[in-house]
């Protein structure tokens, strides 16, 4: 997601250990931010995609987002 800019900003650190804990730290909040999108679009989109028991699949789903975003930080 934050991938080439994680990076960058990883080799142009002075102290790697803060830099790194800020990449995390900017991950999740990006994920928990997306996460929660989706979370209050889940309805919404069921219904657009013409299957509303998608809701609960999508909201189970956004529980993973922000999982998965700090897994792309590591």
Same mark, same amino acid.
């Given at each position: 997601m934050l991938g080439r800019a994680a990076l960058q900003f990883l080799s142009e650190a002075e102290d790697s250990a803060?830099?790194?804990?800020?990449v995390v730290r900017i991950h999740l909040v990006a994920g928990c931010a997306a @996460?929660?999108?989706? +979370? #209050? +679009?889940? @309805?919404?989109?069921?219904?657009? #995609?013409?299957? =509303?028991s998608l809701r609960r699949h999508l909201l189970i789903f956004? #529980?993973?987002? =922000? #999982?998965? +975003?700090?897994?792309?930080a590591h």
């Open positions: 803060e830099a790194e804990g800020v @996460g929660l999108l989706l +979370a #209050l +679009a889940a @309805g919404s989109l069921a219904t657009l #995609l013409g299957d =509303p956004s #529980l993973d987002v =922000p #999982l998965f +975003a700090l897994g792309q």
